[in-house]
């Protein structure tokens, strides 16, 4: 089942810092690419997402990274909250098949 | 935007029990419909997915079955749980392909 290759599995970021995750996908013809954000005990939601006729798109501190040709794409959160500890999951395909998802803690 | 409800939020069964769990969407017609179960600290495994009522795809071959008898209506049923059916459900309902998902707040599972 998987399409989508994460990483880290893990990051720790001081407050302020960058944070950078990444996503690796295999099916050219995927044509969505969503980040999601899930609080413990509770379901994600949307964050951010990305089509491949672009190759950045910038909401607030977040932004994605898309690399058509490497089939790849990533997510930036800049200047890193401790309330931006959460975990994040990319995701690609058309019936929503989700990276294994990175915990990121954000420390003051 | 649409509302997922799940219920229950939580659920203790023991080993060889039947399971029901029940998801009601608002706010759209004829959603993707989604069920996914997350084990402590992993990702996301999709388990069955449905473009209409009746439609049912399995990702997973495993204990679990769904069902879709009405358009914002989606049941995951197990005729015997196992230890290894512990995890945390989620619904997901999604307009169309390559649109936004929501989820619900999804059932804590354990089997005892």
């Known amino acids: 089942q998987q399409q989508v290759k994460q990483s880290p599995q893990s990051l720790i970021v001081q407050k302020g810092g960058i944070s950078i995750i990444n996503c690796a996908y295999e099916?050219?013809?995927?044509?969505?690419f969503p980040w999601y954000q899930q609080f413990p005990g509770k379901g994600p939601a949307l964050l951010i997402a990305i089509r491949p006729d672009v190759s950045e798109k910038k909401e607030g501190r977040f932004t994605i990274s898309f690399n058509k040709s490497a089939k790849q794409f990533s997510l930036h959160i800049m200047d890193s909250q401790p309330g931006d500890s959460a975990t994040y999951f990319c995701?690609?395909?058309?019936?929503?098949?989700f990276g294994t998802g990175t915990r990121l803690q954000v420390f003051p | 935007s649409q509302t997922i409800h799940q219920w229950p939020a939580t659920l203790v069964q023991p080993v060889g029990s039947p399971l029901s769990l029940e998801c009601t969407v608002e706010?759209?017609?004829?959603?993707?419909l989604y069920w996914y179960r997350q084990a402590a600290g992993r990702g996301l495994q999709l388990l069955f997915y449905s473009v209409g009522i009746g439609q049912i795809s399995s990702e997973v071959p495993q204990n679990l079955s769904a069902s879709r008898p009405q358009d914002r209506q989606f049941i995951l049923s197990s005729k015997k749980l196992l230890l290894s059916d512990s995890g945390f459900y989620l619904c997901?309902?999604?307009?169309?392909?390559?649109?936004?998902?929501?989820f619900g707040q999804g059932t804590r599972l354990t089997v005892v």
């Open positions: 099916n050219t013809a995927f044509d969505y």
């Open positions: 997901a309902s999604q307009e169309g392909w390559g649109t936004e998902a929501f």
């Open positions: 706010g759209t017609s004829n959603p993707n």
């Open positions: 995701a690609a395909s058309r019936k929503l098949i």
